[in-house]
T-cell receptor, first 115, second 113 residues
Framework: NAGVTQTPKFQVLKTGQSMTLQCAQD?????MYWYRQDPGMGLRLIYY???????DKGEVPNGYNVSRLNKREFSLRLESAAPSQTSVYFC??????????????FGPGTRLTVT | KNQVEQSPQSLIILEGKNCTLQ??????????LRWYKQDTGRGPVSLTI?????NTKSNGRYTATLDADTKQSSLHITASQLSDSASYIC????????????FGSGTRLSIRP
């Protein structure tokens, strides 16, 4: 049981290049998330997927697209990278708790630098 | 506006000492509050989770408290160890929402031998 896995771990892009960050979970969770974490700030939600085939914008979706390929996989795409997208990206999945609320599980993160 | 604020931003203590981290929130309607530990270069890992009806929850040397009236939470670490060096993040979830999750910016804790 690997939990939430992300690839790649590190990436350097030039401005204008594109790339896709991959995420997979093996816990059979319906909900999956993409966050970015910048120094001195809390994690901010980029996109959210409640189930296979559905996606919703989060707090900072501009410049990103997502695909919920199946229940396991949720990918994040940068079509034209900008220096402002330099950040650490985390994928997460969640399960509903019996007494209410949700428990989130995070991947190890992808450190992206855009020059 | 829904916000989660943590203090202090950073803290340095000696190994073996206790410490308390603070979290104030303005999130409403409130569902649950969690504390996460995030080691450098890794994703956050859940330490405790409390609903609005719970006022304390322990996980080993970590004890979280919640005062829903004043909208404050604290995380107390007892007998600190070098492995406790990490960022501690307070997270509040809006009621019945899997996506409305508000993260604090964290407290960076360093334990010195």
């Amino acid at each position: 049981n690997a939990g939430v896995t992300q690839t790649p771990k590190f990436q350097v892009l030039k401005t204008g290049q594109s790339m896709t960050l991959q995420c997979a979970q093996d816990m059979n969770h319906n909900s999956m998330y993409w966050y970015r974490q910048d120094p001195g700030m809390g994690l901010r939600l980029i996109y959210y997927s409640a189930s296979e085939g559905t996606t919703d914008k989060g707090e900072v979706p501009n410049g990103y697209n997502v695909s919920r390929l199946n229940k396991r996989e949720f990918s994040l795409r940068l079509e034209s990278a900008a220096p402002s997208q330099t950040s650490v990206y985390f994928c997460a999945s969640s399960e509903a708790l019996p007494r209410g609320g949700y428990e989130q599980y995070f991947g190890p993160g992808t450190r992206l630098t855009v020059t | 506006k829904n916000q989660v604020e943590q203090s202090p931003q950073s803290l340095i203590i000696l190994e073996g000492k206790n410490c308390t981290l603070q979290c104030n929130y303005t999130v409403s309607p409130f569902s649950n509050l969690r504390w996460y530990k995030q080691d450098t270069g890794r994703g956050p890992v859940s330490l405790t989770i409390m609903t609005f009806s719970e006022n304390t929850k322990s996980n080993g040397r970590y004890t979280a408290t919640l005062d829903a009236d004043t909208k404050q939470s604290s995380l107390h670490i007892t007998a600190s160890q070098l492995s406790d060096s990490a960022s501690y993040i307070c997270v509040v979830t809006l009621y019945s929402s899997a996506s409305k999750i508000i993260f604090g910016s964290g407290t960076r804790l360093s334990i010195r031998p």
